[in-house]
């Protein structure tokens, strides 16, 4: 059977950055949708891990009988501040609405923290990739960027719909697990 990687995202601008991070792999990478997989898995976790976990399995269930060997992907990434007890963490995505724009939600968090000095403007980007391999067993892989320096929370916290992550912004890796099994399987 031949293998291949399915990401849960029916993000197309999503899929063009995993496909560019994941070129070495030599598999075919695919969306749900170019998949054929249709499912919509609620984020009830509570935590980015678990509902990274949440969308691989829900996938990896549709594929059980795809005729390949799936490598399921998933991820649930966001903003936690510090100065706002975390959030909009897990809920950066839908913070004040799916539809909202970045621009919204980036002055609405500068607003809430118009009054905390600057020394506590302190924040992170978490990012959590679950996986899910073809004899089900799961392997996940979780990083931390911390917002450094007076541009602690800067004027664009969130992505702009130009780019993904300004790089004005100063980053800092704090944590990181590998997932080399992926391929070895």
């Given amino acids: 059977m031949s293998k291949r990687i399915i990401f849960a995202t029916g993000n197309k601008g999503k899929m063009n950055e995993i496909r560019e991070i994941m070129a070495d792999f030599n598999l075919p990478i695919l969306s749900m949708e170019e998949a054929g997989v249709y499912t919509e898995a609620e984020e009830t976790g509570s ?6 976990f949440i969308k691989a399995r829900a996938v990896a269930e549709k594929c059980k009988d795809s005729g390949y060997e799936d490598i399921v992907l998933a991820d649930d990434s966001g903003l936690v501040v510090d100065a706002l007890n975390g959030e909009p963490g897990i809920y950066s995505a839908r913070y004040l609405g799916e539809d909202t724009s970045y621009t919204i939600k980036n002055n609405k968090i500068l607003e809430r923290m118009k009054d905390v000095p600057e020394k506590d403007r302190t924040a992170r980007f978490v990012c ?58």
Avoid: M, W
């Fill in 47 to 52: 935590s980015f891990l678990e509902n990274s």
């Fill in 128 to 185: 959590a990739i679950a996986c899910i391999l073809p004899d089900g067993k799961e392997i996940s892989a979780e990083a931390r960027y911390e917002l450094t320096d007076s541009a602690t929370i800067p004027s664009s916290i969130f992505r702009t719909e130009s780019s993904t992550v300004q790089n004005s912004i100063p980053r800092k890796r704090t944590e990181s697990v590998t997932g080399e099994e992926l391929l070895r399987e």
